[in-house]
């Protein structure tokens, strides 16, 4: 039994199929033998798969659990198999696929890149299910993708691209965010999700997640790692944030997006209470302002999910601070005071005393974006601290009696749904509330108190006087700034301005930098007024009635020679330079990118070279320092005129000139930043471009190069015309893939309107003088390209008589072939075309071809050129047949099968006056008797007019020898009709033909060997036949008499002829009597119609 199980499991696939058998079946009963291996087990299941369609996905299953939870040393041996059903046509085939990709990379992440052009063709898939499965493997595989390439010391182009690729990926998934499927939006938001957790860093406080997920982060990304940098990864992070910020703002978010996004945010804030405060304040302003467009159910389910959020982020132990908002805004959400003193975190002090030093120390560590952000929040509680005491009873009083107004007739069933009463009206806190809902709807109108101081600190840390007036303030030892923070009114003095910050600003500077404003509390007096420092009665007075001495320069410093400044400025530079790191820590690197710009540019010399090797070595992240040095070197030559200083003015050229020079070796071929950074600059000088068509004309570089040349057309107008000149001197480049470019960029640009003016199809014409002369003198290997020229010119115009001219004189001195006159062919004269007609059709088909469609394309009823051709068709044909002793015959009947295709132009009309024509030739043409063949082929109704000729060709001594070779072309019922019409021709062909060798008499068809054979032995018949009578005749006239002996043969051979004669009569006239009598009478129609045609 044994045996037999194990001969059962061992049949062939196709033996399964037809038999039925279930590997489902075998597998469970353990019909498979303890020896098979588990590689035979899962060949046998992707065997079944391919062949079966019902079980395909059950069979797919089994193989994933054995070389994935069994064996994972079989996933590198079979992952191509599994792969292959990628193009499977069931959708839930697919998706096993990309769920399959998702198990074995967590297996083994090093599978991610062989499988990494798999999610990507995927990701584009036309069915949504698989397209939602790929977003979701996606999702699960980047942290751990990202976590093995920062893992990785040695940067192979494998894992470079790999990168690449997952960019590409995770920037299609973001894109996805404007699909019209909802589901497709919620997977791209949970994206979203994971991408601001991972490029973000974890604090202290951070939710852990569950068991066995791992909580990956920034801080598995080195600082000097060379593919992945962390500023990138974490400004990345911020702006995807706000992007989830944005789109629960919308009006037009559904409420599935809603609700998945208000769960993305919560699982944020709660895994980086970073971010808490921006979530918080995201729901109070969604509370405020729920979009229109839901429904009423629909706005109940939002708020009962962002109660639940809510609800979440209260029990967080981060949401102490912001306590007063979460519960404020439960609270209008229906939650009762139970709930929330049960879900209220209990922090202990020990816990809470650290957090102002891990603050502190992440201070320098905080974006831009970060800080715009907490300053809208500093905007909205100044705005709620201003509403807060107007909003009196008075004052409420009144918005009531006006808001009655506009009250509807009835309550709204939506107000009604979502109304939650007030628990304490009237109350501090419900007062405070209402407020800041104002405050925010107010702050996203652009109105307020806070949105328009926030907005004069904008204005003012962008005002370069300012920024003077900070870098003017040096302190001085005695002066203002060592005494006057410990006078009381000191910050009513002007220089307190630019001093120590004031106690308002501080207490906002706190909030933006991790501190939060609390609307229950009041201002704290000011320490300085609580205890107050007297100063002694001298001190001020000394102070005031001291006399400085003024300051000169000069007493204190020497004048340097020119090298040791130089030396002085370049070590100044370096060290500058050196600190990057430290400024980027402390947060000043724009001021230090523009006091570096700003030596470079003052000084000049070698302190250019050497900002221009410090960007190279890094130009990705020393971009912004790249674009301040290029906008102030071209400030500067702007403000310069041309005859103050003249290296200045250059030097912007220079720059951008050296710097294209740099970039040119230190980039990929590939890489668009050169693009970019041609878009940034302020101005394109004559060297940039020239640098952009450097690249054009790299092979390895011309796509970049054509790119960044196209976008350079559209979006510098200043120099468009430049930049278009270049792309058009280009598309006759010397090497072919540069003119295939830059011709595909001009036709792309020419359907533009308002460069297709400047786009000329075509700038040469045949008077063009250039032309003329170059075709007069042509250089010697040009003879091809100005063939070229000539036939595009002459294409569908005329030549001129210029330009035929100096053709004839060309090919007359210099070029013998004779191609070279067939661009100008309609511009000879009759004979000069008929002298060259034997070398014309001695040529390949194809150009043969072009001279009849260039000497009968006048002739084409649809034909575009007004022209009229010196040969006319019928001149043309005839003249074929006249040059049969120049040419080969060969070449002469595929010349005159290409005149008889164009049927059009070959009429009946036509080819009669050919055969006409043809006929009246003497000697008469070889071909003459084909020619009347092809016609009567063509046009059957010149059959009359043939049988005319050929009567009329009788006349012509046809029954001479050398015409019967022309007999002979005919076929074999045309033969028979001429018999009959001149029957003397049959017996001198009959004599002709015996006289041939066997070799000769093999060229003849056998049809007509048939009728001559036939014939002849026709006549030997009559004869045997009239042999006897001969003899039997004789006798009787020997009998008659002796006197007539010498008469009687004579006699007796004239009586044989005349009886042949009738016998010869009869036969004819029984033929003819076959006839109808109809088709006589049209045949004789028809000659009489030819002749008169003819005459």
């Known amino acids: 039994m044994a045996a037999e199980g194990r001969t059962r499991v061992r049949l062939s696939v196709a033996s399964q199929f037809f038999h039925n058998e279930d590997t489902d079946t075998l597998v469970a009963s353990g019909e498979y033998s303890a020896e098979d291996s588990t590689s035979e087990k899962v060949i046998d299941l992707l065997n079944q798969a391919q062949l079966e369609k019902e079980n395909k996905l059950n069979c797919l299953k089994q193989v994933q659990e054995f070389i994935v939870n069994k064996d994972p040393t079989l996933l590198d041996n079979f992952l191509d198999e599994i792969l292959v059903f990628q193009q499977d046509r069931s959708a839930d085939v697919r998706r096993f696929v990309v769920g399959f990709i998702e198990e074995a990379c967590k297996k083994d992440i090093e599978l991610l890149s062989k499988v990494q052009n798999t999610l990507a063709f995927m990701l584009n898939d036309d069915n949504v299910a698989v397209q939602k499965r790929v977003m979701l493997c996606v999702t699960q595989l980047y942290k751990f993708a990202l976590q093995y390439i920062c893992k990785q010391k040695a940067i192979s182009e494998e894992l470079e691209h790999l990168w690449e690729l997952l960019i590409q990926i995770k920037e299609q998934i973001i894109d996805m965010l404007e699909s019209d499927n909802d589901g497709i939006r919620t997977h791209a938001i949970k994206f979203m999700e994971m991408l601001v957790l991972v490029q973000s860093l974890k604090t202290q406080d951070s939710e852990s997640l569950k068991k066995g997920e791992a909580d990956i982060s920034l801080e598995i990304v080195p600082r000097n790692h060379p593919l992945v940098k962390m500023t990138e990864l974490r400004e990345e992070g911020g702006s995807t944030l706000e992007s989830l910020l944005t789109l629960i703002a919308s009006h037009t978010i559904s409420s599935v997006n809603l609700m998945a996004s208000l769960g993305s945010l919560s699982a944020i804030a ?104 907490m300053s809208t929040s500093d905007a909205v509680d100044m705005t709620a601290q201003d509403i807060i005491p107007k909003l009196n009873k008075d004052t409420v009083t009144d918005l009531v009696l006006v808001s009655m107004l506009a009250l509807p007739d009835s309550l709204p ?135 400085i001495k003024p300051f000169k320069l000069s007493d204190v410093t020497r004048i340097l020679n020119p090298e040791e400044r130089q030396r002085m400025m370049t070590g100044a530079v370096n060290r500058i330079l050196a600190a990057e790191n430290s400024a980027v820590r402390s947060g000043v690197i724009q001021e230090r990118n523009n006091l570096i710009v700003g030596l470079v540019t003052q000084l000049g010399g070698e302190l250019r070279m050497i900002l221009q090797e410090f960007i190279q070595e890094d130009i990705r992240n020393r971009y912004d320092l790249l674009l301040s040095w290029l906008y102030q070197e071209y400030g500067a030559s702007e403000r310069t005129g041309m005859e103050d200083e003249p290296e200045l003015r250059q030097s912007y050229g220079d720059c951008l000139l050296n710097l294209m020079d740099g970039l040119y070796s230190k980039l990929d071929a590939k890489d668009k930043l050169f693009t970019r950074i041609l878009l940034d600059i302020p101005s394109l000088t004559d060297g940039a471009v020239m640098a952009v068509r450097m690249y054009c004309e790299d092979l390895e570089r011309l796509q970049v190069g054509f790119s960044t040349l196209r976008e350079l057309i559209l979006k510098r107008p200043a120099t468009q015309q430049q930049l278009l ?81 100096r053709v004839k004189e060309l090919y007359h001195k210099r070029v013998s072939d004779v191609r070279f006159l067939i661009p100008v062919l309609t511009g000879l004269k009759k004979q000069e075309i008929i002298a060259v007609l034997p070398k014309l059709i001695k040529q390949s088909p194809s150009v043969v071809k072009e001279v009849f469609n260039r000497l009968l394309g006048c ?37 005159s099968s290409l005149c008889f295709a164009e049927k059009t132009i070959y009429t009946q009309e036509v080819l009669a006056v050919v055969l006409h024509q043809l ?144 016998k010869r009569k009869s036969r004819r006239s029984r033929s003819r009597s076959r006839s109808p009598r109809k088709k006589r009478e049209k045949s004789a129609g028809e000659e009489s119609a030819s002749e008169g045609e003819i005459n």
Not at 415 to 426: L, M, Q, R, W
Not at 427 to 443: I, S
Not at 775 to 803: F, M, Q, S, W
Not at 979 to 1005: D, M, W
């Open 270 to 373: 709660r895994q980086r209470p970073a971010f808490m405060a921006i979530v918080v304040q995201a729901f109070e302003s969604l509370h405020a302002n729920l979009p229109t467009s839901l429904s009423k159910s629909q706005v109940s389910s939002v708020r009962k999910n962002l109660k639940l959020h809510l609800m979440s982020l209260l029990k967080h132990p981060s949401s102490i601070e912001f306590l007063p908002q979460i519960t404020t805004l439960l609270t209008d959400l229906g939650a009762s005071q139970a709930e929330l003193q049960r879900n209220i975190p209990k922090v202990s002090t020990e816990k809470r005393r650290p957090e102002p030093e891990a603050v502190t120390s992440k201070k320098p560590k905080l974006d831009p974006e970060e800080l715009e952000t």
């Open 859 to 895: 002739f084409h009823s649809d034909s575009k050129v007004s022209a009229t051709s010196p040969l006319s068709p019928s001149e043309l044909l005839v003249a074929l047949h006249q040059i049969e002793a120049k040419s080969d015959m060969k070449s002469v009947m595929k010349a």
């Open 919 to 1062: 006929m009246e030739i003497n000697p008469l043409p070889t071909l003459f008797m084909r020619t009347v063949i092809q016609s009567l082929s063509i046009c059957p109704r010149l059959v009359g007019f043939v049988m005319n000729i050929l009567a009329k060709l009788i006349t012509k001594q046809m029954t001479k020898p050398q015409s019967f070779s022309v007999l002979l072309q005919l076929p074999s019922r045309q033969l028979e009709s001429v018999f009959e019409i001149c029957p003397e021709l049959k017996e001198n062909l009959v004599a002709h033909v015996q006289s041939f060798t066997p070799h000769q008499r093999a060229h003849i068809p056998r049809s007509l060997l048939q009728i001559l054979d036939k014939d002849g032995k026709k006549d030997e018949k009559k004869a045997k036949l009239d042999k006897p009578d001969k003899e039997q005749i004789d006798p009787e006239e020997e009998d008659d008499g002796s006197t007539k002996g010498d008469k009687s043969p004579k006699r007796t051979r004239s009586h044989t002829r005349e009886s042949l004669k009738d």
């Open 725 to 805: 000149q270049t792309l058009l001197e280009l598309t006759t480049n010397e090497k072919e893939q540069v003119r295939v470019q830059a011709i595909h960029s001009a036709k792309k640009l020419h359907t533009r309107p308002e460069l297709a003016e400047s786009i000329e199809v075509r700038a040469i014409g045949m008077a063009s003088p250039e032309l003329l002369q170059l075709v007069e003198n042509c250089p010697t290997g040009a003879e091809t390209l100005i063939a070229r020229i000539l036939n595009i010119i002459t294409d569908k115009a005329v030549p001129t008589a210029e330009l035929v001219k």
């Open 413 to 547: 069933s939506h107000f009604h749904d979502t109304y939650t009463p007030i628990a304490a009206a009237g109350g501090q806190a419900q007062v405070v509330h209402l407020a800041r809902l104002l405050a925010t709807q107010m702050n996203a109108a652009r109105i307020g108190k806070g949105y328009e101081r926030m907005e004069a600190l904008r204005k003012a840390q962008n005002d370069p006087r300012m920024k003077e007036a900070e870098n003017m303030s040096i302190p001085v030892i005695g002066g203002a700034g060592s005494w006057g923070n410990n006078i009381p009114g000191i910050e009513e003095d002007p220089m307190f301005m630019y001093g120590a910050p004031k106690p308002e600003e501080d207490s906002a500077l706190k909030r933006m930098l991790g501190g939060h404003f609390d609307v229950n509390k009041e201002k704290r007096p000011l320490d300085i007024k609580k205890t107050p420092f007297v100063p002694k009665e001298p001190a001020v007075p000394q102070l005031r009635m001291r006399k």
